[in-house]
């Protein structure tokens, strides 16, 4: 049996049969599906206007290009076209619309940080990122930066942002607590620091 999956806005209009849902698929229709949450509540906060949009609009466009670079690099070697790495990638935030057609062109990783420099927010996110036992991981980086915007979060009043910020704050929370436990439980102490310190 074949069941059909439909998405007016993010142009999803494809049909799976068991056989096609591999992978590879999956991860695509995942992405297609977080473009879109992405996009609508970026607009849905735009309409909010206010302290609300002040606050979610550049955390929600941090998110879209952070998902944009992760896309990038994950689809290197990977039998995917442009075009449609292209079309994962979500229509908002600092890279959308110049940044994510260099994005989408990037071969290697190397290009991808080079793109990510000529946009301030993104200047030094590849500083300290590498193999070694304290070097960081491009997703720690993120992580970082991702909890220093939520904790501004807190600092204006009256807003619906503070709420998401809040969550987000305890997801990583939560991802902290899951690291010291895997550390201790690997018995590899000396990288048992190496959790995104929240406040």
């Known amino acids: 049996s074949r069941e059909r999956v439909s998405q007016g806005s993010s142009g999803i209009n494809a049909e799976y049969g068991e056989n ?3 992978e590879m698929n999956i991860e695509i229709l995942r992405n297609k599906l977080y473009k879109t949450y992405l996009e609508d509540f ?3 906060c735009m309409e909010l206007g206010g302290t609300t949009a ?3 609009c550049p955390i929600l466009a941090f998110e879209a290009d ?7 690099i994950n689809s290197f070697r990977t039998d995917l076209l442009k075009d449609d790495i292209e079309n994962l990638y979500p229509r908002c935030g600092m890279l959308y619309p110049e940044g994510l057609k260099f994005l989408k062109n990037a071969e290697d990783r190397e290009e991808v940080r080079r793109i990510c420099e000529r946009y301030g927010m993104y200047k030094d996110l590849h500083s300290g ?3 070694g036992p304290n070097d960081k991981t491009l997703e720690d980086r993120f992580f970082q930066e991702e909890v220093k915007m939520l904790a501004l979060g ?3 009043s009256f807003h619906l942002g503070v709420f998401f910020a809040f969550v987000k704050l305890k997801e990583q929370e939560n991802r902290n607590i899951v690291w010291i436990a895997e ?3 690997q018995k590899n102490k000396s990288k048992i620091d190496n959790y995104i310190p929240i406040f």
């Not at 952070?66 to 990038?72: D, E, G, L, P, V």
């Open 20 to 22: 096609d849902l591999d």
């Open 42 to 44: 970026y607009a849905f």
């Open 54 to 56: 002040e606050v979610m």
């Open 66 to 72: 952070r998902r944009a670079i992760t896309i990038t």
């Open 129 to 131: 990122v590498g193999d």
């Open 154 to 156: 807190f600092m204006n």
């Open 183 to 185: 550390c201790i439980a």
